[in-house]
């Protein structure tokens, strides 16, 4: 997600799930092929499996981004049709390729022929006065022919005129039948349902009906329920008994990274949630948010955070 998550909290979600797939916020085709690849795309080894998302439109273009992804070790390349910000929408990028299915159809084979890890498409059920019922199967049909691996499909539509953003996140209404529909109608395809899903029982029902559910705000801002995916979704155990198990586990992590120069604030901002309804929790958060944010503030800040905390927030 964009301006939330990156590498330091894709490792630390990887200490609450082993098994959950794991993406990248979305690169645009320039950035990956033009910018800074070991800034915008390194990752840690301990990410594994991770999905690339790709920003584009140009089918050369995202064959180029792809192959470099698969080079860095992506374990999948996956195509933002969802994305409506007017940035993306002057780029012709995001949810204003739902428009665009056989030109979203080309881009897809073109990756698909650039590489050998899956490639997955993300896109809303549609987008302004498309009918969702026309629009979506459109979109899947067109990318599934191309050789699309799995899609991942934002339950609600997008209105790019008129809605910000984060408007576009909430207020278009959620149609999770509309998605269990394109199962229905695609059932060889795999089908991951996104949008809304508050927690891991929602999850649970949601997998009656789909192959996979992708959780967005609720795996950034309440990290504490990645700790039961493993147990709950997979029947594993979990990486760690506890948050504080796992928050320690990423000491040596934080070490490495404040050796390289990076502050301690840019790795702890994600666990601003990482406890819920324990005591001590608010002052774990204060503590990352007084000590955590001074320059030079070391791991032993993270260590005097846990210790506030009274009981652990078990998996
Ligand atoms: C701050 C923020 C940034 C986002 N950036 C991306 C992005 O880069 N790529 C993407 O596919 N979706 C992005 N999304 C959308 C989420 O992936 C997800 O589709 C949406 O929030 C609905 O799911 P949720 O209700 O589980 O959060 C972003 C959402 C937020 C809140």
């Known amino acids: ?70 080079a860095f070790g992506y374990d999948e390349i996956n195509l933002n049709v969802g994305c409506p910000s007017d940035r993306v929408k002057d780029g012709r990028f995001g949810a204003c390729l739902m428009a665009e299915p056989e030109l979203v159809a080309r881009c897809v084979e073109a990756m698909k022929r650039a590489v050998a890890i899956p ?12 009918d969702p019922e026309v629009a979506l199967d459109a979109l899947a049909r067109g990318v599934v022919a191309s050789g699309c691996d799995a899609l991942i499909v934002h339950a609600r539509k997008a209105w790019l005129n008129g809605l910000s953003p984060k408007e576009n996140r909430d207020i278009p209404p959620l149609d999770y039948d509309r998605v269990y529909r394109l199962k229905r109608a695609m059932p060889e395809v795999p089908v991951i349902i996104n949008g809304g899903i508050p927690g891991i029982e929602e999850a649970k029902a949601h997998l009656e009906h789909v192959d996979g559910v992708m959780l967005g705000r609720a795996a950034y801002q309440e990290p504490w329920r990645l700790l039961s995916v493993d147990r709950e979704i997979f029947g594993e155990a979990a990486p760690h008994g506890s948050m504080q ?11 490495q990274q404040l050796a390289r120069g990076t502050r301690l604030h840019a790795i702890t901002r994600h666990f601003v949630g990482a406890f819920h309804a324990v005591p001590g929790a608010r002052a774990f958060r204060r503590h990352l948010a007084e000590q955590g944010t001074r320059l030079g503030a070391g791991g032993d800040v993270l260590s005097d955070a846990i210790a506030k905390v009274a009981f652990g927030q078990a998996a």
């Not at 916020?25 to 499996?49: C, K, N, Q």
């Not at 490639?119 to 498309?130: F, L, S």
């Not at 198990?245 to 070490?255: G, V």
């Open 245 to 255: 198990a796992a928050l320690e586990a990423m000491m040596p992590y934080i070490e």
């Open 1 to 70: 997600m964009m301006d939330w998550t990156d590498r330091h909290c894709r490792v630390f979600h990887r200490h609450l799930t082993r098994r959950a797939l794991l993406y990248t916020e979305m690169l645009t085709t320039g950035a990956v092929i033009h910018g800074d690849r070991e800034r915008l795309l390194g990752f840690d080894a301990v990410e594994h499996p991770i999905a690339l998302q790709l920003g584009g439109s140009d089918p050369r273009e995202l064959a180029e981004a792809a192959r470099i992804g698969e």
């Open 119 to 130: 490639i997955t498409v993300k896109c809303r059920i549609g987008i302004d006065d498309q």
